[in-house]
């Protein structure tokens, strides 16, 4: 393996670095066992799926670790995920199940902190309730979908607790576990199968919800399906669904999703997984399937090397255009068919880009002719105009600020900025949002980085304690900030408009006027917020 420094510092940055010590857990499957913790006030549901008892958790039903589908071990260790078998008898569900096989680093990492943490294991397919109560309220549904490159996160973490959506929007709140890294995003194409083994996790979660969420007071035709990042990512993959005829949930929330990324073909990815083959030492499927976990794992880091290129997010593992289970990008799945359907809200940070690079000190000594190299890829011959005008839109910049910028703009914001246009011109529901506020962690080199939203949107600051990208944030500006967002989330969720008193007016995105709410400290509806940007990306289209 060829060691390069600025990968690795970039994947340092980005809090995907782990330890030595990859630590296992304990299987979250098998046969249901009476509730060691139960009490006499301790909720039972009977769902479809089984009987289920949980904890009361500062006067919320919760439900923790409840199996979706069946352990994705042994032989249907990279396989579609298959229904669960069911338990007999009462199920305890007050304890997580463990998360999904990933890099860890005790402490994590300068800007995120961690993200995911031990007991790790494959049998990992489970999912958590949080409901003001239980039974046929027919409350609406949000269902969270954690990111982390693909390769880290869960629905277990503390930072994506449903409690405060559960608690102060009548919800009922779920969020899951799916299979990440090399476990679920790796391809084989044996016999025409497909891949994209994360995404059948995530449409099986799904019809355990529309199936079972009824039970814990949820009403399963009133669905939200949030996630960021690589969870945004998710939400627009999964929105080509459909169940008896119609989408599988009603409303989609997509914080910063990476719509830039090309995904691979099928050849792509077969060249992708022969490189995974040749770090790990195994001829073949039979043979991975025989190599113990952690070892799988291990192997994410000489991925980093042999598959990043300078300027761009490393991703050593990507989804797959399988033609069976995902057959065109996932942003073209909300402009058509059953995603046409969907009411979206869409939006991204400022500055998303110097969450992974901002701090690397290898690419603090990038130059203007590294950038301008970088910058033909997107420009081509309009290289140096755009370079020129990145910096006069930000006096003083220097050139990493350049780059970072343009990564920001290829991957996060030019996308979604079109993904709005498109749906606009169809006349398709669909609210946009830039994140501004800054954090003065770190000097204030992070600026309105990727991630910093979360914690405003779930208003729960008191879970992202040891985050050190919130350290300096003026209380008064972060939660008033917060109440506002997490509001607007929560009136989106419930009805499908993000509006609410005292927020200014937030219309939806159109041609004419292209607003788009700008979160800072003072919050207010612009228009045409990307004007700038998407102008020197497209300077054809008015």
């Known amino acids: 393996m060829t060691d390069d420094p600025s990968r690795r510092e970039i994947l340092r940055n980005s809090g995907m670095l782990a330890g030595a010590a990859l630590l296992s857990g304990v299987p979250g499957g098998g046969t249901a066992q009476a509730a060691p913790h139960a009490t006499a006030s301790s909720p039972v549901v009977e769902a479809p799926a089984g009987r289920l008892r949980g904890s009361v958790e500062g006067g919320l039903n919760v439900f923790k670790g409840v199996p979706y589908a069946a352990p994705p071990v042994g032989a249907l260790r990279w396989r579609p995920a298959r229904p669960h078998p069911g338990w007999q008898g009462t ?55 954690h990111g982390g490159g693909f390769i880290s996160g869960s629905g277990s973490m503390p930072n994506y607790s449903g409690e ?144 990043g290129r300078w300027g761009y997010w490393s991703t050593p593992f990507l989804p797959v255009l399988d033609e069976v289970t995902l057959d065109r990008h996932p942003a073209d799945l909300l402009l058509g068919d059953a995603g046409a359907d969907i009411e979206v809200l869409i939006g991204w940070t ?37 370079y020129t005008a990145y910096e006069e839109a930000r006096p003083g910049a220097r050139p990493l600020d350049v780059l970072m910028d343009l990564i920001t703009d290829d991957l996060f914001r030019m996308p979604c900025v079109a993904l709005a246009e498109r749906r606009a011109a169809r006349g398709r529901p669909v609210w946009a949002y830039q994140f501004n506020l800054p954090t003065p962690a770190h000097d204030g080199q992070l600026a309105a980085a990727h991630c910093l939203e979360l914690p405003f949107v779930f208003d729960n600051f008191d879970k992202w304690s ?24 929560t009136s989106f969720i419930r009805t499908g408009d993000p509006n609410h008193h005292p927020m200014p007016r937030w219309d939806r995105y159109d041609r004419d006027s292209r607003t788009t709410m700008t979160l800072d400290s003072v919050t207010t509806a612009g228009e045409d917020v990307a004007g700038y940007w998407r102008r020197l990306h497209h300077p054809a289209v008015p």
Request: charged share 20%; net charge neutral.
């Open 91 to 145: 199920r305890d569900a007050t304890a997580f199940g463990p998360s999904a096989p990933q890099p860890y680093r005790e402490g994590g990492d300068q800007v995120l902190g961690t993200h995911g943490a031990p007991p790790f294991d494959e049998d990992c397919l489970t999912l958590n309730v949080w409901s003001p109560q239980t039974g046929g309220a027919k409350r609406p549904v949000m269902v969270w979908i």
């Open 164 to 307: 405060t959506f559960a608690r102060g929007g009548d919800l009922v709140v779920v969020t899951i576990n799916y299979r990440l890294g090399p476990l679920g995003y790796l391809y084989f194409g044996e016999d025409g199968a497909g891949g994209n083994f994360w995404l059948t996790d995530q449409l099986a979660a799904l019809d355990w919800v529309r199936d079972n969420i009824a039970a814990f007071g949820g009403d399963p035709e009133n669905i939200t399906v949030a996630g960021q990042s690589g969870g945004a990512l998710s939400v627009a993959a999964l929105a080509g669904a459909r169940t008896r005829g119609r989408p599988l949930f009603r409303r989609a929330i997509l914080q910063s999703p990476p719509l830039g990324l090309k995904i691979p073909t099928r050849a792509e990815s077969l060249r992708r997984t022969a490189t995974f083959l040749d770090i790990v030492g195994a001829q073949d499927l039979a043979e991975l399937r025989a190599v113990p976990w952690p070892r799988l794992i291990a192997a994410t880091f000489e991925m980093f090397g042999r598959t």
């Open 350 to 386: 400022r500055e998303e880009a110097n969450f992974a690079f901002a701090l690397s000190e290898p690419y603090a000594a990038t130059t203007k002719e590294q950038v301008l190299a970088r910058a033909r890829d997107t420009f081509g011959d309009r290289a140096a105009q755009a």
């Open 466 to 489: 040891q985050a050190p990208f919130l350290t300096g944030l003026d209380p008064r500006v972060r939660d008033g900030l917060a109440t506002a967002v997490h509001a607007s989330w």
